[in-house]
């Protein structure tokens, strides 16, 4: 990719994470929430890799490295990014749900105490739902067309599902399958969590059919 382009996309990725920062469309969930997962990586990638939202899993840096680096390897790659479907944590807490509370602003503060009882936040981390990842959806879709990656990786189910119906594939939302628009080439794996280095071989082998 020539400077240019990757100037450009530093620009566009910047003005749409000051949008995910300031988006309110999912406004109960927001207010408990300090900052929304964002993507990062190499802003020229030859490979980008989607997980469903951001988890105890990914939250660990040496998590992501080692799986970045087996698929480094086996797909000799050097760029990769990895990103989002639901950028904000949804969380079940019986405290919001007990509290009749309006206004704006935040209900949590930068040390993670909740401004409904001052105490620390003990909000459970759940998994999204539909309405979470269709109103988050639009975000990932505007980084996949910025970043056009040869290679996109979606972990998971859901992911694949998600993603491969917004470009208008509607079948076989299964692992180590391959998918094709345009110049890109769309890859299902098994969640993060239980990737491995076998895992990558059989998409490796997908792909040199």
């Known amino acids: 990719m020539v400077v240019g382009n990757r100037e450009q996309n530093i620009r566009r990725i910047i003005e749409m ?16 929430l300090r900052k929304p997962s964002m993507g990062k990586g190499e802003l020229d990638p030859e490979a980008l890799l989607v997980f469903e939202y951001e988890n105890i899993f990914t939250r660990d840096i040496n998590n992501i490295i080692k799986l ?37 602003g935040k ?24 309405g979470e990842i269709i109103s988050c ?3 990932l879709l505007e980084e996949i067309e910025i970043l056009h990656p040869m290679y ?19 079948h076989g939302f299964t692992v180590n399958k391959r998918y094709q628009y345009e110049q890109m080439i769309f890859l299902t794996s098994v969640n993060e969590d239980e990737f491995r280095r076998d895992n990558c071989h059989q998409l490796v082998s997908i792909i040199s059919v």
């Open 137 to 139: 959806l639009p975000f």
């Open 17 to 32: 994470e000051d949008r995910i920062c300031q988006c309110e469309r999912c406004p109960s969930l927001v207010k408990c």
């Open 107 to 130: 209900w949590i503060d930068k040390d993670y105490t909740c401004l409904l009882n001052n105490k620390a936040c003990d909000g459970i981390p759940v998994r999204p739902g539909t």
């Open 152 to 170: 996109l990786f979606l972990f998971g189910e859901r992911v694949a599902e998600f993603v491969l119906k917004s470009y208008g594939i509607y």
């Open 68 to 104: 970045r680096n087996i698929i480094k390897q086996e797909f000799e790659l050097d760029k990769i990014y990895h990103t989002f479907m639901v950028r904000c944590q949804p969380k079940a807490c019986t405290t919001r749900q007990s509290v009749n509370c309006y206004g704006q």
